[in-house]
């Protein structure tokens, strides 16, 4: 059979009596994606052709026919069709065919712009909402959404259209997780920076991991990275159990919006409870978001939880002074911000925004940078803690025989040589860990003097704004003023409730 890599003119492959390969467009872990081209209809395919070894068992290739079959009934302008499915005769190999999307991925969008102008983002947002919809009312979860698996394409009127490629292939594909290897089920995903963090159990996947990837995506095209990075373990320690950092504190309130801040984060909760449901709750949010009047518009509901935006009293005086304090800050920073833009700010003013605004970018990088290099001291405790736990087993097990030797009137000078020898790594193993953490330590005890450091001058900078908003704010007695400084107050009170009980 023809090479895959390339089918020449003279030997072209043909699927069907009609459907011949052209040219290889795309490679991954799943497989090759060819152009091909229909000889009667003259229109143009996409097939993808999976690696023999994961359609080798005949029981993958019939739970894959089963999912397609469902996923072909799908017909939304945001989804891509699969048109066919079947098997290559001479290299048992087994394909898809699917409409061929003129245009790129978003992959290599955001490779070349970076990040995408808020405007855009909604768009993009709108389109890959409503094509989850649609599938999650059919009870079809993507479990894989990534920039790879979504193309964009330009329309006839100039407008741009995104479609979702590769529904369910990943779950259909891979072994679920072993006692032997809990992560076997993850086998084929190229990346873990849009998983969500129940994807690294067990356990029946719904809906909300799609949620939680669409969430991971807005914050990409938005801030121009994802919202954890460094090593696979780290970034699934961040999933698992890190606070991510807003995206208006990576690229400024102004630049990603309020509202819009809120859903991506409310996407982002660790517990599946806490996000929206499906995606028909993900149309509503954004339809609710572009209806309001930009900066005057309600904000994004929210399900009570621990890391939501506490309206309730109660809620101020029982959460963390830490992130009230937060919440303080990003209050006088937005108002700030919207004196900037209303033109009613003094240059003085304009240039000590513009500081803080470098300052809270500084911190949330060196935020990032300390919690990565916590998630480091427990890597290093489990990677430790297995060469350890073995070396004692061998001690304890010699222990035993030289006892039984010596009770005997054997003589267990053997064994003492490699008890000492067991010991000696045994101390090299101990030695290892303290140096490791102890230059650990240093580093992290380094970026935390310059997270004070620049903390401090934060502090200034926001008692500064603080001020001059107070001397500013009996001519600002409008919308969206008025509601923007109830908020200051409402979290200035709380701070000072929480300062008398402390006292008290």
Same mark, same amino acid.
């Not at 926001?462 to 923007?484: F, I, N």
């Given at each position: ?110 490779? /070349? ?45 100039? /407008? ?18 072993? @006692? @032997? ?141 830490? /992130? ?21 700010? !003094? ?31 427990? @890597? ?20 035993? !025989? ?21 010991? !000696? ?56 003023? !008025?509601? /923007? ?7 200035? @009170? ?11």
């Amino acid at each position: 059979m023809t090479d895959l890599k390339a089918a020449p003119a003279a030997k072209q492959l043909t699927l069907s009596q009609e459907l011949v390969l052209a040219k290889r467009v795309a490679r991954g872990r799943l497989g090759v994606v060819y152009a091909a081209v229909h000889r009667v209809l003259a229109r143009r395919f996409a097939v993808k052709v999976f690696r023999p070894e994961l359609t080798s068992d005949p029981e993958v290739v019939e739970r894959l026919q089963q999912i397609l079959r469902e996923t072909s009934a799908l017909s939304h302008p945001a989804i891509t069709p699969v048109i066919d499915f079947g098997e290559m005769a001479h290299e048992r190999r087994v394909y898809l065919t699917m409409d061929f999307v003129h245009g790129g991925s978003l992959a290599h969008v955001l490779a /070349r712009r970076g990040r995408l102008e808020a405007e855009r983002v909604l768009d993009l947002l709108g389109q890959l909402a409503s094509g989850l919809a649609a599938a999650h009312a059919r009870r079809i979860v993507h479990a894989d959404l990534k920039p790879t698996n979504i193309m964009l394409s330009e329309e006839v009127d100039g /407008r741009e259209v995104l479609r979702i490629n590769d529904f369910t292939l990943v779950p259909a594909l891979a072994s679920g997780p072993t @006692d @032997d290897d809990p992560f076997s089920h993850l086998s084929l995903l190229s990346t873990v920076e849009y998983l969500a963090p129940e994807q690294f159990a067990r356990g029946r996947l719904d809906a909300r991991v799609d949620v939680y990837a669409f969430g991971v995506l807005g914050y990409r095209m938005l801030t121009g990275r994802p919202p954890f990075i460094g090593t696979v373990p780290e970034v699934m320690e961040g999933h698992r159990r890190t606070e991510p950092v807003a995206p208006s504190r990576r690229v400024g309130t102004r630049a990603v919006g309020v509202q819009l801040d809120q859903l991506i984060m409310r996407c982002l909760e660790k517990d599946p409870a806490d996000r929206f449901a499906d995606g028909t709750e993900l149309v509503e949010a954004l339809r609710e978001l572009c209806a309001s009047d930009g900066e005057h518009g309600a904000t994004i509901p929210r399900r009570t939880s621990s890391s939501s935006e506490l309206a309730e009293l109660g809620d101020r005086l029982t959460m963390p002074v830490g /992130r009230l304090r937060r919440l303080f800050y990003d209050a006088i920073f937005e108002l700030a911000e919207l004196a900037v833009r209303s033109g009613i700010a !003094t240059e003085k003013q304009v240039g000590v925004v513009q500081a803080a605004a470098k300052a809270r970018s500084s911190v949330d990088t060196l935020t990032q940078k300390c919690e990565m290099i916590e998630g480091r001291f427990e @890597d290093i405790r489990a990677e430790l803690r297995e060469r350890e736990t073995t070396l004692r087993h061998a001690i304890i097990e010699l222990s035993l !025989t030289r006892a039984e030797r010596l009770e005997i009137g054997s003589d267990p000078a053997d064994l003492e040589y490699q008890l000492r020898a067991l010991e !000696t790594r045994l101390a090299d193993v101990e030695r290892e860990r303290s140096e490791r953490f102890t230059e650990l330590n240093g580093e992290l005890e380094r970026v935390r003097e310059a997270i004070g450091e620049v903390e401090q001058g934060l502090a200034r900078c926001y008692r500064e704004l603080h001020d001059t908003l107070v001397r500013q704010r009996k001519r600002l007695s409008s919308e969206p003023w !008025t509601a /923007r400084f109830e908020r200051l107050d409402a979290y200035r @009170d709380a701070l000072m409730k929480r300062r008398v009980t402390s006292n008290g």
